[in-house]
Structure formats: C-alpha cells, structure tokens
C-alpha cells in the first residue's frame, strides 16, 4: 500500500529533527525535560508493567483455581462412591482370583 505525500510532510519531518538536536540529551521528550527525568519516567513506567502483569497473572491463577474446584464440585458424591466401589470389587476379584490362575500356568503342559 503507498503512501500518499502531504505537502509539508518533509517540512514536519525536519523540524522534529531539529527539536531533537535542539534537546541535545538523549531521552528527553521536551526541550525543558532533564534526561533524569525521562529515565525516571521509563523506570516508573517499566514498574507499572510488571506490576499490572504481575496481578494479571495472579487474576489467572485465581480463575483456574476457581475454574478445577467448580469441575470437582460438579461431579457428584455418588458418582465417585460408585467409582470406589466398582474399582474395589475388581481389585478384590482380581487378588481372589490371582493364585489360582498361577496354580493352572504352572501345572498347564506346555507344547515341546
């Protein structure tokens, strides 16, 4: 996509240029600016992020905490007690079940 030329572009272009030299320290943003107070500024400014990143992600974990607890509410009690038991009395028939499936591997004949 071009551009399309302004009369007095090049004229704005320079004349900011000028104001730059003008300031003559690098980091001012105005001509009565001290660079200090820039850096200062930048620095307040570098703060501020961290600290509005820091409570975003503070605000995430706090959603996904709320998010996994809502998840585990939801699912009833009796669902998991059902769960528990079934899964106990597979447990159970397994070990029952367990000795006598060794006896009849050991004493199966096995094919030469």
Do not use: C, Y
């Amino acid at each position: 996509m071009t551009v399309k030329n302004r009369p007095g572009a090049a004229k704005q272009v320079l004349a900011q240029q000028r104001a730059e030299v003008r300031r003559s320290a690098p980091g001012k943003r105005f001509v009565g600016d001290a660079a200090a107070q820039s850096r200062e500024a930048r620095e307040a400014e570098r703060e501020r992020v961290g600290q509005m990143a820091a409570e975003n992600a503070m605000e995430r974990a706090e959603a996904v905490e709320q998010e996994r607890l809502e998840e585990i509410h939801e699912e009833a009690l009796s669902d998991i007690l059902s769960d528990l038991v079934r899964d106990t009395w597979q447990l159970a028939r397994t070990l029952v079940s367990a000795p006598f499936r060794i006896v009849r591997a050991i004493r199966a004949p096995r094919p030469a």
